[in-house]
C-alpha cells in the first residue's frame, strides 16, 4: 500500500489510471486496500493491463478497473481465497463432504473427527469468512465499474463472481483463465494485440521489468510514468 501511495502521489488524477498488473497474488485485505485508494485517487477511470499474469487477489485487483487488456498468453486466476496456506472453498466442502458422508455411514463420524481435529479453533468459520468477504468485494467493484452499464449489473457480478470462484471447475489456486474465457465469462476485456503499437509498449515495459528481477535481489517493483519508483528488496 505504501508503494501504491507513493507512486500515485504527484499523478493528475483526472487521466484516469493505466495499472500494468504483473502478480501471483497476496491478501484479500491488501487488494481492497489498494482498489479503494485508487477509486479514490481516479474514480472509476482505471483500466488494467495483464500482459502475463495476474493470480488470485491480482485478478480481484482487475476486476475493479472498467476494462482489462489481455494478450494471448495472458491469464487471470481463480478468486478463492487462501487461508493459512490452506485453500479456504477447499476446506468447506470436505466439511460438506463429511456432513453427507456421516448422515449415510454415522461410523464415519470418527474418521472425519480426526482430519478435523489437525485445524486450529475457529478455522472453518474463517474461512467461512473470508469466501464470503471475497465474493461481495469482487461482485461490489464489478457492478460498481466494468459491468455498470450491464442491463442487469447484479446478475452479470454475480455470473462473473461464480465462475472466478467455482472451486470445483478449476484443477487447482493457479488455474489458468485464458482470454478466450475470461470473455466467454462476461468481463469486459480487450485484446492488447489489437492495437499493435500499444502492445509493444506494454511488452517493452513489461521485459524490462522481468530482466530487472532476473538481475535483482527485488521483490516487489511499483513504478509509474514519472520514473517514480518504489521497491521491495529481498536482500534487506
Known amino acids: 500500500?505504501?508503494?501504491?501511495?507513493?507512486?500515485?502521489?504527484?499523478?493528475p488524477k483526472d487521466k484516469g489510471l493505466d495499472l500494468i498488473l504483473h502478480t501471483p497474488g497476496g491478501g484479500i485485505e491488501a487488494a481492497r486496500g489498494i482498489v479503494e485508494y485508487l477509486y479514490k485517487m481516479f474514480g472509476n477511470d482505471l483500466r488494467a493491463i495483464v500482459p502475463h499474469m495476474a493470480m488470485s487477489a491480482g485478478t480481484m485487483i482487475a476486476c475493479a478497473a472498467k476494462t482489462i487488456l489481455l494478450g494471448k498468453h495472458s491469464c487471470l486466476?481463480?478468486?478463492?481465497?487462501?487461508?493459512?496456506?490452506?485453500?479456504?472453498m477447499g476446506i468447506l466442502a470436505e466439511v460438506d463432504r463429511a456432513m453427507e458422508e456421516i448422515?449415510?455411514?454415522?461410523?464415519?463420524?470418527?474418521?472425519?473427527?480426526?482430519?478435523?481435529?489437525?485445524?486450529?479453533?475457529?478455522?472453518?468459520?474463517?474461512?467461512?469468512?473470508?469466501v464470503?468477504?471475497?465474493?461481495?468485494?469482487?461482485?461490489?467493484w464489478l457492478e460498481k465499474n466494468m459491468l455498470s452499464a450491464a442491463s442487469d449489473?447484479?446478475?452479470?457480478?454475480?455470473?462473473?463472481?461464480?465462475?472466478?470462484?467455482?472451486?470445483?471447475?478449476t484443477t487447482e489456486h493457479s488455474h489458468h483463465f485464458l482470454i478466450d474465457k475470461?470473455?466467454?465469462?462476461?468481463?469486459?476485456?480487450?485484446?492488447?494485440?489489437?492495437?499493435?503499437?500499444?502492445?509493444?509498449?506494454?511488452?517493452?515495459?513489461?521485459?524490462?521489468?522481468?530482466?530487472?528481477?532476473?538481475?535483482?535481489?527485488?521483490?516487489?517493483?511499483i513504478d509509474n510514468s514519472n520514473e517514480q519508483t518504489w521497491t521491495v528488496d529481498g536482500a534487506t
Not at 486450529?120 to 468459520?125: D, G, L, M, V
Not at 464470503?132 to 461490489?140: L, Y
Not at 457480478?157 to 470462484?165: R, W
Request: charge should be negative; proline fraction near 5%.
Open 1 to 11: 500500500m505504501n508503494g501504491f501511495m507513493a507512486v500515485i502521489h504527484g499523478l
Open 77 to 88: 486466476g481463480p478468486t478463492d481465497p487462501q487461508i493459512r496456506g490452506h485453500a479456504a
Open 103 to 130: 448422515k449415510k455411514e454415522p461410523t464415519k463420524a470418527l474418521l472425519w473427527q480426526q482430519v478435523f481435529a489437525k485445524y486450529p479453533p475457529a478455522f472453518i468459520s474463517d474461512c467461512e469468512r473470508s
Open 132 to 140: 464470503e468477504g471475497a465474493r461481495t468485494m469482487v461482485k461490489e
Open 153 to 169: 449489473p447484479k446478475a452479470a457480478a454475480e455470473t462473473v463472481t461464480s465462475n472466478l470462484m467455482d472451486y470445483s471447475g
Open 182 to 221: 475470461c470473455i466467454e465469462i462476461g468481463l469486459n476485456i480487450e485484446a492488447i494485440e489489437a492495437d499493435q503499437e500499444l502492445q509493444e509498449r506494454i511488452l517493452s515495459v513489461h521485459h524490462c521489468y522481468m530482466a530487472s528481477f532476473a538481475r535483482s535481489t527485488a521483490l516487489k517493483i
